[in-house]
């Protein structure tokens, strides 16, 4: 399944992730990492820079794990799960702060809807923080629309809004 896609930073290539201890050392870094860049500007912190081998191993167990490698690292991932109703849950998007605006993302979520295609999915959602405007506009840029909004437990306003894009 692996995909190659021309970035700004060479080529970009997304294959499955692998169930081994040094793919999910690598993926839990690359989400850590990727995370942390956001910690200082939302509230509530950000869930996944407490991911750990255990938790990601747990993960890619009931999910399907996608991992973006350019020039033999990884540097981006994200994981689809299955929800009731057809809908394809895509979690986890983290692209290495390096390699931002060059293509890794764009090609991360083409390979995420062609996988949802194939698992016979009728739409792809996501959650994305409010205070993050530029992964909002990035999303909207890939055909994804804005939908209901939600609270994180704990919250009595809303944190985050669902983005959905039908699948072709």
């Given at each position: ?63 399907h794990g996608l991992v973006a ?77 804005e939908g209901a909004l939600h ?18």
């Amino acid at each position: 399944m692996a995909k190659t896609r021309q970035g700004g930073g060479g080529a970009v290539t997304v294959r499955p992730m692998r169930d081994d201890a040094a793919e999910i050392a690598a993926v839990v870094v690359l989400i850590r990492g990727a995370f942390a860049d956001y910690a200082d500007r939302l509230d509530p912190p950000p869930s996944a820079v407490r991911e750990t081998a255990e938790s990601i191993a747990v993960l890619l167990g009931r999910e399907h794990g996608l991992v973006a490698e350019a020039g033999g690292a990884a540097v981006g991932c994200l994981f689809l799960q299955r929800r009731e109703g057809g809908d394809i849950y895509v979690g986890r998007v983290a692209v290495a702060c390096a390699h931002r605006r060059g293509g890794v993302g764009r090609a991360l979520m083409a390979a995420a809807e062609a996988e949802a295609r194939r698992l016979g999915g009728a739409r792809l959602t996501l959650g994305v923080r409010l205070a993050l405007d530029g992964n909002r506009r990035f999303f909207a840029s890939l055909g994804f629309v804005e939908g209901a909004l939600h609270a994180h437990p704990g919250y009595d306003k809303p944190t985050w809004v669902e983005m959905m894009k039908a699948i072709e």
